[in-house]
């Protein structure tokens, strides 16, 4: 396997290809949500695309490195931590403020802007200012797509890409339904997704004898200690990269999952799905998929306190009635409206209705 740095080496430039930037600094469920512009742009600008990040190493920038060395939509990653990044030779320079700083990351943008400055630099980069999202009331992805249509671009918006390993994982028989409960990262504020280690049990139980299923689990290394109390046919938590995960995702026949980054790789490969969402916006980070009737989605919005993120009461939750409060009959009730509208097919021996 090749290393990062030989990557980044071999992989061919035009000198007569523009070529686009876009700094990328963030969890992997906003990476995947860049995936839109990044193809919009390619096509608009008729360039490559190169990713900007200071991400140190570790899972996230083994994420990030995944996508961008099998996806056809980039052709360059650049670590401001160990490489220079060269302003004057992009057409233009993608800078979302919805994305996390380091001292390399504010010396680049303070050199770019002063070099910006110059007749020759004079609009290239392009700055999208952070919002708030209550406020804002639109997906991250059109939030990101908006800086494309006021460079003139009129296209539609396409839809999420995660690349995907296409070597096979799943190995059962039965109907697959794929469970993720909670995020790749083991920052404790988005671990306040999670749904209870009970509920999961019980939905596991009603999916074998109403689908047959046999069940797979898929997240990061610190779900383990709660994905090991779920009785699955296989667990490969905190065993897959990013692409294999999306090739398991892409194999399921259903796929059901907390708000988290690979509810968003999920969306990319097509499959049913059901999103249980607690805390967070659902207007920012539903999934973006391209038939709705395929996503359901589950929150108690009638709870007074749902969404509480970007406030301060998100910090200060210890008791997560937003998901404690989802139960594993409403899964169930979205599960056989899924069955009703055609997206999933029981097996002969599990047609009727519980």
């Known amino acids: 396997m090749i290393s990062g740095k030989q990557w980044i080496d071999i992989v061919s430039e035009s000198e007569d290809k523009k070529k686009i930037a876009i700094y990328c600094m963030n969890g992997i469920g906003n990476f995947i949500m860049w995936s839109p512009f990044i193809r919009a742009a390619r096509n608009f600008y008729d360039a490559e695309i190169h990713i900007i990040t200071c991400l140190e190493d570790g899972w996230r920038f083994d994420a990030a490195f995944d996508i961008c060395r099998r996806s056809p939509l980039i052709d360059k990653i650049i670590r401001l931590d160990q490489e220079e990044f060269y302003p004057e030779e992009y057409h233009k320079i993608f800078w979302s403020h919805h994305n996390e700083h380091t001292e390399f990351s504010r010396e680049l943008l303070a050199k770019i802007r002063t070099k910006s400055n110059f007749v020759e630099l004079k609009n290239k980069l392009v700055e999208i200012s952070r919002y708030s999202w209550p406020s804002l009331k639109i997906h991250e992805v059109e939030y990101y797509m908006t800086a494309l249509y006021d460079q003139g671009y009129k296209g539609s918006i396409p839809y999420l890409h995660c690349p995907r390993t296409k070597k096979g994982k799943l190995k059962t028989k039965g109907f697959r339904v794929t469970l993720c409960n909670g995020a790749f990262t083991g920052n404790p504020l988005w671990l306040k997704k999670l749904w209870p280690v009970e509920n999961w049990i019980k939905l596991t139980r009603l999916l074998k004898n109403y689908l047959g299923a046999e069940i797979a689990l898929v997240g990061g290394d610190n779900l383990k200690e709660y994905h090991d109390e779920i009785p699955s046919d296989q667990d490969f938590t905190g065993k897959l990269s990013i692409t294999e995960t999306a090739q398991v995702l892409y194999e399921s ?29 659902l207007t920012k980070n539903k999934p973006w998929v391209q038939n709705q009737k395929k996503c359901r989605v589950v929150q108690h919005r009638e709870l007074d306190c749902v969404p509480c993120q970007d406030t301060p009461q998100m910090h200060k939750c210890e008791d997560y009635q937003c998901m404690k409060s989802i139960t594993p009959a409403e899964v169930m009730h979205e599960v056989r409206g899924m069955v009703k509208d055609g997206f999933i097919r029981l097996r002969p021996m599990h047609s009727s209705v519980c």
């Open 253 to 281: 026949e259903l796929f059901i999952t907390t708000d988290t980054g690979p509810m968003h790789i999920g969306a990319s490969q097509g499959k049913p799905m059901i999103a249980l969402f607690g805390s967070t916006h």
